[in-house]
């Protein structure tokens, strides 16, 4: 049976930063956008220096969009639990906090993953706090190891770090070159830093844990996903439809 009160576009869920076209349900939460900022110069300065690109300055990711571009995975139980993890994390950046775990979140391409990293990325800046710019594992290998061998060396000329280290929110996302088969080294060696500092990560992949661990010999990589801990910021929870 057909409920009637159903809305396909907010999935009666409502959207976070606006009010739905369909049912006139109210924001779950307000957030600012650029036209309504009375900072927006700033704003806009801020997403220059960490390279949000155009199609997606302003635009917050929600819930009901994700689940409207897939109606095929209505019933999808493992879909519905990978839409309410990525709501969770959104929620919080969204209230302005900041996420105590980290997280690993797999889908393939389609499934807004990029949409929702720099909507997450934009709502921290707008709460002040300092976010590194978004690298794949291939730039930021780069920048690991060359500021290694030179404390002075910036990747593009501009990204430190000692900041990139040291931001409040941190995303990387899994190269789709064959380099993707090491990328574990430089995700368990990026958490592991930030970790030491009590700083969550976020890792935004279309491949497997299988598939950016291929080269790991002896398998250490696979404890992220079964690891029994406390510790959510070194053991990342992993968030995946795939």
Known sequence: MTDT?????????GF???????????????????QQMENVDEFVQKIDNFGVPPQYRGIFWDSGELLRMHPELETNLMFK????????????????????????????????KMTFAYSC??????????????????ELK???VLAGENPNYKLFGNVDYDEYIMSDVCFVTVTKMRQREWAYEVIQELIDRRER?????????????????????SSQFEVISTANTKNNVKYPAVIRFN
């Open 5 to 13: 009160n159903w809305c396909w576009k907010c999935c009666n869920r």
């Open 16 to 34: 976070p930063d606006k009010v739905c076209p369909v049912c006139g349900r109210e924001p779950v939460t307000q957030t600012v956008n650029l």
């Open 81 to 112: 639990r990978f839409v309410s993890n990525l709501e969770k994390i959104n929620t919080v950046f969204a209230n302005g906090l900041l996420s105590p775990k980290s997280a690993i979140i797999i889908a393939p391409a389609g499934f807004s």
């Open 121 to 138: 990325m934009q709502r921290a800046l707008n709460n002040g706090f300092t976010v590194a710019p978004f690298l794949d594992t291939i």
């Open 142 to 144: 780069r920048l690991l």
């Open 197 to 217: 500092k009590g700083l969550s990560t976020f890792i935004i992949s279309r491949f497997s844990l299988a598939e950016i661990s291929r080269r790991d010999r």
